[in-house]
């Protein structure tokens, strides 16, 4: 069979700080992330560190584990149009083949695009992509949120 001819796909679950940690000095961060901001102006790149459990994403609500690694962030917007853009990668040790049928997830990164507004990683746009910030503090959702987001030096 053809990969992905079934239509199917791999929903995970992860969590993951956005810091303001330089990752300049990880050469394997810096080479992993995307270099596709052609005629806009990018932050420097900073570390995404795993909080998930035993740095695992959570698969098939949590039946399955993929082991993930601290990987990097930055971001990326337009000079003219006020639009920004979270870009990150995760690096993955991916799944088996054929433990979803004739889809699997390749080790190596996995890279995301999330709109965001006030170039922040406070402001995810939710409508946009589909994220979810969770409460990593204990808080039911919906209550006040005391997440200790760590912002960069702006562009």
Same mark, same amino acid.
């Given at each position: 069979?053809?990969?992905g001819?079934?239509?199917?796909?791999?929903e995970?679950?992860?969590?993951?700080?956005?810091? !303001?940690?330089?990752?300049?000095?990880?050469?394997k961060?810096?080479?992993?992330?995307?270099?596709?901001?052609?005629?806009g102006?990018?932050?420097?790149i %900073?570390? +995404?560190?795993?909080?998930?459990?035993?740095?695992?994403?959570? +698969?098939?609500g949590g039946?399955?584990?993929?082991?993930? %690694?601290?990987?990097?962030?930055?971001?990326d917007?337009?000079?003219?149009?006020g639009?920004?853009?979270?870009?990150?990668?995760?690096?993955?040790?991916?799944?088996?083949e054929?433990? %979803?049928?004739?889809?699997f997830?390749?080790?190596?990164?996995l890279h995301?695009?999330?709109?965001?507004?006030?170039?922040?990683?406070?402001?995810?746009?939710?409508?946009?992509a589909p994220?979810?910030?969770?409460?990593?503090?204990?808080?039911?959702?919906?209550?006040?949120?005391n997440?200790?987001?760590?912002?960069? !030096? !702006? +562009?």
């Amino acid at each position: 069979p053809k990969w992905g001819a079934s239509g199917r796909r791999i929903e995970f679950t992860i969590d993951v700080s956005f810091t !303001a940690k330089p990752a300049s000095d990880d050469p394997k961060i810096l080479d992993r992330m995307v270099k596709d901001n052609f005629g806009g102006i990018s932050s420097d790149i %900073y570390r +995404l560190e795993i909080r998930s459990p035993n740095g695992c994403a959570r +698969l098939r609500g949590g039946f399955d584990r993929m082991k993930c %690694y601290e990987s990097g962030w930055r971001v990326d917007s337009g000079r003219n149009n006020g639009r920004s853009t979270i870009r990150c990668h995760i690096f993955t040790d991916g799944t088996d083949e054929g433990q %979803y049928g004739d889809i699997f997830i390749p080790p190596g990164s996995l890279h995301f695009s999330i709109p965001c507004f006030g170039k922040s990683a406070k402001n995810l746009s939710q409508k946009d992509a589909p994220v979810t910030v969770d409460n990593l503090d204990g808080t039911p959702d919906g209550e006040e949120k005391n997440l200790e987001w760590l912002e960069p !030096a !702006a +562009l």
